[in-house]
């Protein structure tokens, strides 16, 4: 449940307050659950985000480091495993429109002047999104499923010869030298 600012708005468990931020390096950690960053139920731990704030006088340089776990299903054996996910971005954030004409960076966010808090919430969601492996396996040598007998290989070797292979790929084999 977000925490009310003083102002009367939400503030997220993954906001940095800025307000009265001396200049220099200043390092948080911050954890949410799953539902606090908008998460769908394969994701089982909380999300621990260690952020770096670099102030400057014209910026706040941001770098974001995050891990979360979730639990797939194997592509190969159908067996459900968890799995850590992780990444790192970066954010500059200017105050002035002037210095973010003519950048047309993603990583250059304006920020009002009189901001007290950075919400990291949606950014956070995004980056462990694009983290999701585009094939889920609960190993890289995962065997699989037998696909004439259907048993885990993982977990039963089974002396089943799979058939021929496809005629159709017989010219590829003859490239291959097979």
């Known amino acids: 449940m977000p925490v009310k600012a003083r102002a009367g ?3 997220s468990t993954l ?3 800025i307000s009265n931020l001396s200049e220099g390096v200043h390092q948080r950690t911050l954890e949410a659950s799953p539902g606090e960053v908008g998460l769908d139920g394969r994701f089982s731990g909380p999300t621990v985000v260690s952020a770096t704030l670099e102030k400057t006088s014209r910026q706040l340089f941001l770098t974001v480091e995050f891990t979360t776990e979730a639990v797939f299903t194997c592509d190969r054996c159908l067996e459900e ?9 970066q954010l500059v954030y200017v105050t002035d429109e002037r210095a973010q004409a003519g950048i047309e960076d993603d990583e250059v966010q304006l920020l009002s002047p009189d901001a007290n808090t950075i919400d990291l919430t949606e950014d956070v969601r ?7 492996p585009q094939k889920t396996l609960c190993r890289e040598d995962c065997a699989g499923i037998c696909p004439v007998c ?3 290989q993982n ?3 089974c ?3 799979v058939g021929e292979t496809d005629p159709r790929w017989e010219g590829l084999k003859k ?3 097979d």
């Open 159 to 161: 002396d089943c010869e």
């Open 81 to 89: 495993f968890r799995k850590e996910l992780g990444g790192k971005y």
């Open 15 to 17: 906001s940095l307050n």
């Open 155 to 157: 977990q039963t070797p």
């Open 175 to 177: 490239l291959l030298g």
């Open 9 to 11: 708005e939400p503030v």
């Open 126 to 132: 995004q980056f462990i999104l694009l983290a999701l």
């Open 150 to 152: 259907g048993v885990n």
